[in-house]
């Protein structure tokens, strides 16, 4: 068993920053690449970040410049940076992470999401 537990959503006003985490824990192997996603109501889900395990980035161009991925392999744990936030980017994000586990399954795991709001 995997799971992803996420924190760091909530409240913001418009050019404040934000900074979530994804911690993975249970029968994990080796984490190739995690990542986060976002879904706004009515929307599909889309690509937000990813980086690999080594330490290779990916950003959507709506985030570039302003959100910076990084993460902690002997942790498990993937952050993301946000700043200069928009209210465009209110959304429930979503963490991922690609995972190996101890029986060397090759799997897509996903946190339950936490909600980022950015208003005045």
């Known amino acids: 068993q995997v799971q992803l537990v996420e924190s760091g959503g909530g409240l913001v006003q418009p050019g404040g920053s934000l900074r979530l985490s994804c911690a993975a824990s249970?029968?994990?192997?080796?984490?190739?690449?995690m990542g986060w996603y976002r879904q706004a109501p009515g929307k599909q889900r889309e690509l937000v970040a990813t980086?690999?395990?080594?330490?290779?980035?990916n950003y959507a161009d709506s985030v570039k410049g302003r959100f910076t991925i990084s993460s902690d392999n002997a942790k498990n744990t993937v952050y993301m940076q946000m700043n200069s936030l928009k209210p465009e980017d209110t959304c429930v994000y979503y963490c991922n992470a690609y995972i190996t586990t101890t029986t060397l399954r090759e799997l897509d795991y996903w946190g339950q999401g936490t909600q980022v709001t950015v208003s005045s």
């Open positions: 249970g029968s994990i192997f080796s984490i190739p690449a």
């Open positions: 980086i690999t395990s080594g330490s290779s980035t």
